[in-house]
């Protein structure tokens, strides 16, 4: 696994979670109640709980996809109000535009940022090699295979540098060989680039050496 060392020369992220519940709009009761949670700069951590206890919901509110009924969510102290490329979520599907190449889909957030094409295209090959997909740049989103696929997305996660990244339960649908590979990689790539990595499963054996903590 090729190594990436952070520019960054702070610490990592901070994520603090204060008093959140949250309710659905035409729901009876909270989905989510009371939840309080540090998470440390850098710490690599995994929520487990069962099925529709409100895990993706929580990753939703941490990410500023959703607001939360009460409570908040500070990153570094601030207060997150809404989404930002600095804390990024990958979900179960990869989502990969599949008429694009596989490097127009790594460099989509830095084109819409308005960075220069050579910068781009240099951090792209860089992500790319990262992620063990050199070659594969100029390929078919679509004709990649479900682990190279979530690669790619990958790739596209940490090419705006974020300093959270909320896993929503990426791998689940891989083979055990492939997600082992793929969780590995994603843990020493965070370690590397600094950053606060948090993972979600109501499948504790479809995780690989993670400090877990039990909803
Ligand atoms: N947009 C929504 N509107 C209303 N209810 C919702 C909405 N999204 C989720 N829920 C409900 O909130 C509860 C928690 O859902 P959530 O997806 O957060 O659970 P989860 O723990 O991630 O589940 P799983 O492990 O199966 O992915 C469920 O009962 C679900 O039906």
């Known amino acids: 696994m090729p190594a990436y060392r952070s520019k960054k020369s702070w610490p990592g992220a901070h994520i603090a979670i204060q008093g959140v519940n949250h309710r659905y709009r035409r729901s009876s009761s909270n989905v989510l109640s009371s939840i309080d949670l540090e998470i440390k700069p850098c710490e690599q951590l995994a929520l487990v709980g069962r099925s529709g206890c409100g895990k993706s919901t929580l ?10 009924t009460t409570g908040e969510i500070r990153i570094d102290g601030a207060l997150v109000e809404s989404p930002s490329p600095h ?3 990958m979900f179960q599907q990869p989502n990969l535009y599949p008429w694009m ?5 790594v460099g989509l957030g830095m084109k819409f940022a308005g960075r220069p094409k050579q910068e781009i295209a240099a951090r792209v ?7 063990e997909l050199d070659g594969y740049g100029g390929r078919n989103a679509q004709e990649l295979s479900g682990g190279q696929q979530q690669r790619v997305a990958l790739a596209r996660s940490l090419a705006v540098d974020p300093e959270v990244l909320l896993l929503d339960e990426p791998f689940s649908a891989l083979d055990a060989v492939t997600r082992r ?3 590995r990689d994603v843990r020493r790539i965070a370690e590397d680039m600094k950053i606060t990595l948090v993972i979600v499963t109501h499948d504790i054996r479809k995780l690989w050496q993670w400090p877990i903590v039990p909803w």
Do not use: C, F, R, Y
């Open 59 to 68: 990753l939703h509110i941490i990410s500023g996809l959703t607001k939360p």
């Open 87 to 89: 804390w990024i979520m």
């Open 101 to 105: 190449s596989v490097a127009q889909n």
């Open 125 to 131: 090959d860089e992500l790319l090699h990262l992620v």
């Open 181 to 183: 590979a793929l969780q």
